[in-house]
């Protein structure tokens, strides 16, 4: 191997290795984005399921979960 193969050699080997801290950020930042992804997609369900199950709640839409319900007392 000539000189300037060695030198090529040794500054691929030095990128790779200054490169790695970068390649981790990269892989933490997309796996980050996946964590808000999959919340942001709960969230869309929870929303689904909470307005469409017919009126009725209080604040943000509700659903049957938070309705208030009334007591037939002449039965008691």
């Known amino acids: 191997m000539n000189y300037l193969s060695h030198i090529l050699l040794l500054l691929g080997l030095i990128s790779v290795s200054k490169a790695h801290g970068f390649i981790k950020i990269v892989i933490l930042a997309g796996l ?9 997609t709960l969230a ?4 689904n399921i909470t307005n469409n199950s017919g009126g009725g709640g209080g604040g943000g839409g509700g659903g049957r979960l938070f309705e208030k319900r009334s007591i037939d007392v002449s039965n008691i």
């Open 44 to 47: 869309q369900d929870y929303s």
């Open 32 to 40: 980050g984005l996946a964590g808000l992804w999959m919340v942001h």
